[in-house]
């Protein structure tokens, strides 16, 4: 039996799952009626996003497993990669 992660991966090529990976900041910004939620993880230089209609507690310094697809995100001019999370769970 295949797990939700495994049919996630199969369905859609982009997708990249990592594990045990280790947050070193976490920050939480009200956009409109939405949290955004922003990850930086550790030897990476992309940040890690992800929307939720509640705050979330802090995950600064766990190790979380997720599943993401990167992104290109213009900002202020400037192109930056930027990681959507799909799916996130402490590890």
């Not at 890690?48 to 802090?58: A, I, T, V």
């Not at 697809?69 to 192109?79: L, M, R």
Request: proline content about 4%; aromatic content about 8%; glycine content about 6%.
């Amino acid at each position: 039996m295949k797990s939700p992660v495994d049919k996630l991966l199969q369905g859609h090529a982009q997708l990249v799952h990592s594990e045990a990976l280790k947050v070193y900041s976490h920050t939480q910004r009200e956009d409109g009626d939405w949290i955004l939620h922003t990850l930086m993880i550790d030897g990476c230089d992309a940040p890690f996003q992800f929307r939720r209609k509640k705050k979330y507690q802090s995950l600064k310094g766990c190790p979380v497993n997720m599943t993401y697809y990167p992104s290109i995100e213009t900002i202020a001019g400037f192109e930056m990669e930027v990681m959507k999370v799909v799916r996130i769970k402490r590890a």
